[in-house]
T-cell receptor, first 112, second 112 residues
Framework: QKEVEQNSGPLSVPEGAIASLNCTYS??????FFWYRQYSGKSPELIMS????GDKEDGRFTAQLNKASQYVSLLIRDSQPSDSATYLC????????????FGTGTRLQVTL | DGGITQSPKYLFRKEGQNVTLSCEQN?????MYWYRQDPGQGLRLIYY???????QKGDIAEGYSVSREKKESFPLTVTSAQKNPTAFYLC???????????FGAGTRLSVL
């Protein structure tokens, strides 16, 4: 079975620091990658999508994709306590065109 | 406002009982999905439907059934064959290019 792997954490960073979240995937043919934020008991909220190698920036968030290494990451600059949540990496695998496969998520704690 | 509506928000199942979770969307999306989330885990795909009157099993379909009689509706039945149904259930839909995904607020199912 194709897999999406994330470190479960918790990842603890002080307020104002950069949080770095990582994700690896097994399907080399995957083309679409998403980062979601999920607060406890709530549904996931899309932070960013990325489709091409390189960096994509949106405000304090930067997604990085390296298809050769099958690796996608999310950087959060100037981390705030409100960023404390679970971050889910999701991938649309090749050949399916329909299924979004999720990692188990990384729990981020931003400390004061 | 366009979106996905899941009901009920909380549901309790008795031993041997079938229960049905509702999912309605007014986004005019062909594709709809059901995911299950256990505590501290990512989302796992139960069933998905790409068009009315057609649906496919996901990774954990055993003990569940679905129907897709209308474009707007994709109800999920948790049958008595599902021995561990306690989880957070999320319904989603996506645009035809799979670039945009929308999630409902979720239904939390517990066993009495």
């Amino acid at each position: 079975q194709k897999e999406v792997e994330q470190n479960s954490g918790p990842l603890s960073v002080p307020e104002g620091a950069i949080a770095s979240l990582n994700c690896t995937y097994s399907d080399r043919g995957s083309q679409s990658f998403f980062w979601y934020r999920q607060y406890s008991g709530k549904s996931p909220e899309l932070i960013m999508s990325i489709y091409s190698n390189g960096d994509k920036e949106d405000g304090r968030f930067t997604a990085q994709l390296n298809k050769a290494s099958q690796y996608v990451s999310l950087l959060i600059r100037d981390s705030q306590p409100s960023d404390s949540a679970t971050y889910l990496c999701a991938v649309i695998e090749s050949g399916t065109a329909s299924k979004l496969t999720f990692g188990t998520g990384t729990r981020l704690q931003v400390t004061l | 406002d366009g979106g996905i509506t899941q009901s009920p928000k909380y549901l309790f199942r008795k031993e041997g009982q079938n229960v049905t979770l509702s999912c309605e969307q007014n986004l005019n999306h062909d594709a709809m999905y059901w995911y299950r989330q256990d505590p501290g885990q990512g989302l796992r795909l139960i069933y998905y439907s790409q068009i009315v009157n057609d649906f496919q099993k996901g990774d954990i379909a055993e003990g569940y059934s679905v129907s897709r009689e209308k474009k707007e509706s994709f109800p999920l039945t948790v049958t008595s064959a599902q021995k561990n149904p306690t989880a957070f259930y999320l319904c989603a839909s996506s645009t035809s290019d799979r670039a945009n995904w929308y999630f409902g607020a979720g239904t939390r199912l517990s066993v009495l």
